[in-house]
Each structure stands twice: as C-alpha cells, then as structure tokens.
C-alpha cells in the first residue's frame, strides 16, 4: 500500500524553527517529484514548495522562500522541510504529495502551530 506520512508539527513560537517529514512507502520514491502543501483553517490549501526527483530543483512558495529548505533522502525515502523565521500566518496542517506522471499521492497532514 502507499503511505506517505507526514511528522514532527508541533507548537513552537513565533520567529523559531521546526523540521517536518513526511515518509513514504509503497512505491518508487526516486522517481516522484514530492511537494508540501498547506491548509491554514478557513483557507485554500496551498502548494508551498517541491523538489524534483531528477536533478533536486526546488521550488518554493513566495510566502515561504528565504525561510523553509526543502530536502529529499531517497535512500530513506523521507522528504523533509526545515523552517525557519515561523510567522503566525505558517500555522497551518501540511501535507505531502508524491507525483510522476499520472499518479498522485497524499499523505496524512501534521498540524504546525505559531504562537506569539
């Protein structure tokens, strides 16, 4: 079966740092493009940054460039985000998705929560 599971949300104040990941299984990882997305309450989800599986490009978000660092480890299959400089409006569930071709998969979210 194919599970992308995302970990590491938490609460962590305003103008701090947290690492999230997201594993996956089922599937071959090398070769997707992974990306995190994220649903504030109230709002649209929002694509904010990916990484290809070949050559690692990145993209990122306005809203979140300069502070969040996309990464892959395809030897664990695990995608990471580190970020940094949380603002109040980074409070959101993130989720990751695995894409190639015609398939696309969704992971279970982790809730990020910035405090003032």
């Known amino acids: 079966d194919v599970q992308l599971q995302a970990s590491g949300g938490g609460l962590v104040q305003a103008g701090g740092s947290l690492s999230i990941s997201c594993a996956a299984s089922?599937?071959?990882?090398?070769?997707?493009?992974i990306g995190w997305f994220r649903q504030a309450p109230g709002k649209e989800r929002e694509g904010i940054s990916c990484?290809?599986?070949?050559?690692?490009?990145?993209y990122y978000a306005d809203s979140v460039k300069g502070r969040f660092t996309i990464s892959r480890d395809n030897a664990k299959n695990t995608l990471n985000l580190q970020m940094n400089s949380l603002k109040l409006e980074d409070t959101a569930v993130y989720s990751c998705?695995?894409?190639?071709?015609?398939?696309?998969?969704w992971g279970q979210g982790t809730l990020v929560t910035v405090s003032s």
């Open positions: 089922g599937f071959t990882f090398d070769d997707y493009a």
């Open positions: 990484i290809s599986s070949s050559d690692d490009s990145t």
């Open positions: 998705n695995a894409r190639y071709t015609f398939y696309s998969f």
